[in-house]
């Protein structure tokens, strides 16, 4: 039997989002960048209600930054070895994930299932796609705009005065390699890019839009 030969008899929709883990789950942010307390739920909400499954991607930066708190970025990061096997290694891990995430999507497409989008962070140097910041420079500016001690992990401070001045001209290590990989397999799967210091009704608006989903 080939697959999407098998005919189901069950209540799946058959249909699905890949989305950004900290989307669904805001504890595994950048520290100091958690602007909800759990889940985007304006964006959650709607797709759910739909009957639309949905697929956390990984978070890279857990995984190559030493955990949650990201402790080798907070702690071992240094403008002076910018070369350190750890940061020299992401891209290759950021590689290596990405194409495993989409051997699952094509298992889903062969199988006979839709995907509709996949809901990334815009801003984010390892799940943005050509305007985000980049990583490890993204961290090399922070460090040089000499910011007060104790603002350091404030999130007014850092959403307000902090992420308006980084440059975001850049490929996130991990979303830019999915990308090239669906565009290589010719998957067909649109991008969706969301911007959580964008207006969040805009945004919100745009992304049910683009799923073709309403409100």
């Known amino acids: 039997m080939l697959k999407g030969e098998l005919q189901y008899t069950d209540k799946r929709s058959r249909k699905?989002?890949?989305?950004?883990?900290?989307?669904?789950?805001?504890?595994?942010k950048f520290p100091g960048c958690a602007d909800v307390p759990g889940v985007y739920t304006e964006i959650i909400h709607p797709i759910a209600k739909a009957g639309i499954g949905i697929e956390q991607m990984p978070c890279l930066e857990?995984?190559?930054?030493?955990?949650?708190?990201?402790?080798?970025?907070?702690?071992?990061?240094?403008?002076?070895?910018?070369?350190?096997?750890?940061?020299?290694?992401?891209?290759k891990l950021c590689k290596r994930e990405a194409f495993k995430v989409v051997d699952q999507m094509q298992d889903y497409l062969e199988s006979g299932f839709e995907i509709l989008g996949v809901i990334y962070v815009d801003d984010s140097p390892t799940c943005g796609l050509?305007?985000?910041q980049v990583f490890p420079d993204v961290h090399f500016q922070i460090m040089e705009m000499g910011i007060p001690e104790d603002k350091i992990f404030d999130f007014e401070y850092t959403f307000n005065v902090v992420l308006p001045q980084l440059d975001a001209s850049g490929e996130g290590a991990f979303g830019y390699q999915l990308y090239l990989e669906v565009e290589r397999r010719n998957l067909g799967i649109p991008f969706v890019p969301f911007g959580p210091t964008k207006p969040r009704d805009e945004e919100v608006k745009r992304i049910l839009d683009d799923l073709s989903l309403v409100l």
């Not at 989305?19 to 504890?27: Q, T």
């Not at 995984?63 to 992401?90: I, S, T």
């Open 62 to 91: 857990i995984m190559g930054w030493g955990g949650v708190d990201r402790p080798l970025v907070m702690h071992e990061l240094d403008p002076k070895k910018p070369n350190a096997d750890w940061v020299q290694e992401y891209p």
């Open 16 to 28: 699905m989002v890949y989305m950004s883990r900290c989307i669904l789950n805001c504890n595994a």
């Open 130 to 132: 050509t305007k985000t």
